[in-house]
Each structure stands twice: as structure tokens, then as C-alpha cells.
């Protein structure tokens, strides 16, 4: 039987996590792997016309909440399912995590709403929710983000927030990762090298990549 692994990137804007998906993705090709490397908002047609909206128009919280949610339905049932029931690995930046930090931490919308959603939408068949297996938390302190930032490009609706909005996605980042054993914490404040050290260290903590292709 297939099994699929789903692997997940996440931290505040600016933290680095999307400068190593490439080394990740070819990590796991060596090892015989096929991966599926994609992203959340987006991912599919649908959800990245969905992604332009809540990263371009203000919107209320629960509306924001609930298009990232429909983004995210989408994208798990025609990209992500299908390729981990082909034992594929998926290489998401972000998912669900992102949302209890933005929209719950730091939008202050409600989590118990955003638990309902996930369940709602995560839900499978004879299976429990689907999460990551493992997620890797790319961990900065927000005023270091926002100096890696400055300058780098037109900032959108997220990265123009003031620090003290990254504070808060910061801190629910740390609450998530300290009820769930499946996050992997990365110290960002490193050197690039030093990053992908960790990162590395994390996966051979979880026997990953692995040769095998099971
Ligand atoms: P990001 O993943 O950082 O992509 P890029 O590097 O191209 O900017 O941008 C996605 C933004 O969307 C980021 O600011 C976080 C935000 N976001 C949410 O607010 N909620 C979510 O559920 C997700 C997945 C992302």
C-alpha cells in the first residue's frame, strides 16, 4: 500500500521557510520519492483565485477565515489527497496552522470557529482529520522578519501589518506547536546554512527522507 507523506512549512512572513522548498523537494527526489510541491491559499485554479482576494481585499475576519478554509477544501480534495493516495510526498508552504495563527492569533477571530471549519474541511472518510505529519516551524522573532522584509517588494495585505500584528501570529504559532508533537521548531535566526542543518537533523529525527518508497 501507498503511503503518502505530508509535509508541511510554516512561520510569520519574512522567517525564510520558502528559500529551502527547492532543496527540500530535491532531498526527497533522491531518495526516490515523487513529490508534490505546492502551496496554501492556492495550489488549484480555484483557490488561487481565492488567494488573490485575501491577500488583496479587506474583508472581515470570518469571511477571510471562510475563503481560506474554501481555498483549502479545494486544494485537499483535487491536489493533495489524490497525490498522497498515489504514496507521494507533498510539499506544502502552509496550511491550517496558518490560519489559527492569521486569522485566530492574529486577526483575534474565534478558534472554536476555526476548529469547526477545520473539522469540517479536513475530514475524511473511515480516517482520522487530515493533518501534516510533519510541519516544519520556521521561528523568528518578529522584528527580525519585518527588517528582512523592508524593501524586498510590494508588501501585500499580511506583510504590511505592523509588528505588533506578527507578534501575535508569532505567539499563536508557538501555541499550536506546543500542543502538537508532529511540529518541528527551527531557529531562523541562523544562517542559511544553519537553517537547513535543522532542518535536516528534524527529518533524521523521523527516519526521513527515507530510501524506501513504500
Ligand atoms: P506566503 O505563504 O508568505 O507567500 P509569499 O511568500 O508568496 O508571500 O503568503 C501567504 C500569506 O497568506 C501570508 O501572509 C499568510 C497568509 N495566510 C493566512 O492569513 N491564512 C492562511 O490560512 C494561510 C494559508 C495564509
Redesign the pocket.
Known sequence: MSTGLFLTLEGI?GAGK?SHIDALEALFKAAGRQVTRT???GGTLLAEALRTL??NEAMDPLT?SLL?FAA?RDHIVRVIEPALARGEVVLC????D??FA??GA?RGFDETVLSSLERWVQAREDAPLLQPALTLWFDLPPGIAAERLAGARLP?K??SQPVEFFRRVAAGYAARAAAAPRFARIDANRSRGQVWAQIEAALAERGLPGSDVR
Do not use: I, K, N, W
Not at 508552504?93 to 491550517?96: H, I, K, Q, W
Open positions: 512572513d520558502s502551496r496554501e491559499p485575501v491577500l477571510e481560506v483549502r508552504d502552509r496550511f491550517t496558518a490560519t492569521y486569522q492574529g501585500d499580511f506583510e
